[in-house]
């Protein structure tokens, strides 16, 4: 299955400032999701991003707070932007890998003050 | 679409206990997928399951899905502390591709 590597892995950021979380597949991948986990809770789909056209974003999120990037088959970022300590989270990025379900980068673990 | 829902939501058992969470839909899904998170971890894809009534095993892992493909189960036999974590499962939403996450039994076991 694919690797994924997520950095930074984990952040402390103040208030109003963004944040930008990037996500390297191993390989090349058509779709990539990005993921919301707040403390002791589900994964909450952020969006979807595909290579060469603009992320499907899920309701309740909006680009110009989680803009994402797909720039090529292996990579992609989500911005966080101007930040709340309601933004405080982990955040993943993952691919879907058909029968083999999905794999996770490791995740982000944001703390916003 | 029909995200899934999962119960319970905490499972404290004694080591060597059996622990079971559940998965149901109001939908027929196409499949169901399990995966684990271990504390400070992040989702571990476990098994997929697509036919009707199918039964998979994984060690003391035992998979189920429903004859009507409505609903699914993990059961674990006879638990141990590296059982410890959070088990999801996941179904389709808009389409095989779009896969939404239930809300997690956290598994927590008593040496």
């Known amino acids: 299955s694919a690797v994924i590597s997520q950095k930074p892995s984990r952040d402390i950021c103040q208030r109003g400032t963004s944040l930008t979380i990037q996500c390297q597949v191993d390989?090349?991948?058509?779709?990539m999701f990005w993921y919301r986990q707040q403390p002791g809770q589900s994964l909450t789909l952020i969006a979807t991003?595909?290579?060469?056209?603009?992320?499907?974003?899920e309701s309740g999120f909006v680009i110009d707070k989680f803009p994402i990037s797909r720039p090529n088959l292996t990579f992609s970022t989500l911005t966080v932007s101007n930040m709340s300590p309601e933004d405080s989270s982990i955040y993943l990025c993952?691919?879907?890998?058909?029968?083999?379900?999905?794999?996770f980068g490791s995740g982000t673990r944001l703390t916003v003050v | 679409g029909q995200q899934v829902m999962q119960i319970p939501q905490y499972q404290h058992v004694q080591e060597g206990e059996d622990f079971t969470t559940y998965c149901n839909s109001s939908t027929t899904l196409s499949n169901i997928q399990w995966y684990k998170q271990r504390p400070g971890g992040h989702p571990v894809f476990l098994i997929q399951?697509?036919?009707?009534?199918e039964v998979k095993k994984q060690k003391r892992l035992t998979f189920q899905f429903g004859e009507a493909k409505k609903n699914s189960s993990l059961h674990i036999t006879a638990t141990q502390t590296t059982d410890v974590g959070t088990y999801f499962c996941a179904g389709p939403y808009r389409h095989n591709n779009d896969m939404r996450f239930g809300a997690g039994t956290r598994l927590t076991v008593k040496p």
């Open positions: 390989s090349q991948v058509t779709m």
């Open positions: 991003a595909n290579q060469g056209s603009e992320a499907t974003y």
């Open positions: 993952s691919v879907e890998q058909g029968v083999y379900g999905y794999t």
């Open positions: 399951l697509v036919k009707s009534g």
